[in-house]
């Protein structure tokens, strides 16, 4: 916590704000036979008219997953645009292949829908660094400060924000802010937060949280990735460590990052950030080269591999029987709900606006 800003460490002493790799499970990939696989993909497609479902799908689950999504009207996306969608959507349940903050605040902005998830373990290692109460404590030490959280949280840490945000908007969102003479309080990411920090100049103060999947991306080993492959570029996600993203030719969210793919002259690129993206990009930029760019590793065992352990959660045999038994249901206490949609749709109209603004000035 050396380098980090956080003046109040008495509030932060005694909490784990990040996970020890023993405590990340190992990633298990589902694994079916082709016919076993089209039988299931069959079945599931039955049940999703049958039970007026829709699949919503983050970039880092299995491609069959996010192929099944797309051939039933369903949707996938990077975190804002999956909320954004479950609130357009007309089905009455949406099953959110993704981890557990994704299904909550698809919860929590259609309270009237069923929101099931496939895995109910299926964590994120920012969600699980920032408990509510030890938070709300944080915030209350710095009253100055508008709290804008990031949206991996759970439901009851966004019940104490002024904003969520995705790193989709996050710099966006925090510039405005900053005019506005605001300060800020950045929660959980602290390379995402630093990287605001200094992109933006404005006053952010961090919560010492970290992705287990993007803090293992080393720039030393990319170095060398580059000397193999020297016609790639690099492209980043701000989760990443702050001697990698500045290291990038693209730093973004997961949409950004695949529209960089499509836009930059490369052929090859090094990716920093879950490999489950790759389904997308290929088909995004096709016939360009997409590498992993390696994460830690101690021996032969990675901690993450560029994968995260709980997004591999998210399997076929589990999202038909979320459908068959409407097992894995979210359920979120109101109270914590009605004050958690509060920030979450000031972001979704934020995005909306900025997007009006930029198509507006495209057009003028
Ligand atoms: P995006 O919002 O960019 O999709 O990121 C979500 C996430 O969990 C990244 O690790
Ligand atoms: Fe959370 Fe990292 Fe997994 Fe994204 S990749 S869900 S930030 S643990």
Redesign the pocket.
């Known amino acids: 916590m050396n380098d980090l800003t956080v003046d109040s460490p008495e509030f932060l002493a005694g909490i784990r704000t990040r996970l020890a790799a023993e405590d990340v499970p190992p990633v298990v990939e589902e694994v079916l036979t082709p016919q076993a696989r089209a039988d299931l993909v069959a079945h599931i497609k039955h049940l999703l008219v049958e039970k007026d479902a829709t699949l919503v799908a983050?970039?880092y689950v299995d491609s069959a997953i996010q192929e099944l999504a797309e051939a039933t009207g369903g949707y996938v996306s990077?975190?804002?645009d999956m909320a954004r969608f479950g609130t357009e959507c007309a089905a009455s349940t949406l099953v959110v292949a993704g981890?557990r903050f994704m299904g909550e605040t698809a919860k929590i902005l259609n309270p009237e829908k069923r929101v099931l998830v496939p895995a109910r373990e299926a964590e994120?290692s920012l969600d699980l660094g920032c408990p509510a109460e030890a938070f709300s404590a944080f915030c209350d030490a710095h009253p100055e400060r508008t709290v804008v959280v990031y949206?991996?949280t759970s439901a009851a840490v966004k019940a104490r924000a002024d904003w969520v945000a995705?790193?989709?908007i996050a710099l966006d969102l925090v510039r405005h802010l900053a005019r506005r003479g605001e300060k800020i309080l950045w929660a959980p990411d602290q390379h995402l937060g630093a990287w605001i920090r200094e992109e933006t100049g404005a006053d952010v103060l961090l919560w010492p949280g970290a992705?287990v999947?993007?803090e293992g991306f080393k720039a030393a080993t990319i170095k060398h990735l580059q000397v193999e492959h020297p016609d790639a570029q690099l492209l980043v996600?701000p989760?990443s460590p702050a001697e990698v993203i500045a290291m990038a030719d693209a730093v973004g969210?997961?949409?950004g990052l695949i529209a960089a793919a499509k836009r930059l002259p490369a052929m090859k690129f090094i990716v920093a950030t879950?490999h489950g993206i790759f389904h997308k990009m290929s088909e995004a930029a096709p016939g360009k080269q997409f590498i992993e760019a390696p994460s830690i590793g101690r021996g032969a065992t990675c901690v993450s591999c560029a994968h995260?352990p709980w997004m591999a959660m998210n399997g076929l045999a589990g999202i038909a029987h979320v459908l068959e038994t409407g097992a894995n249901e979210i359920l979120i206490p109101e109270d914590i709900r009605a004050r958690a949609v509060l920030p979450i749709r000031r972001l979704l109209d934020f995005a909306r606006a900025r997007k009006a603004q930029v198509l507006g000035n495209n057009d003028a």
Request: net charge negative; charged share 15%; hydrophobic share 20%.
């Open positions: 983050h970039y990077d975190s804002l981890v994120c949206a991996n995705t790193s989709g992705c999947v993007h996600h989760e969210s997961t949409t879950d995260c």
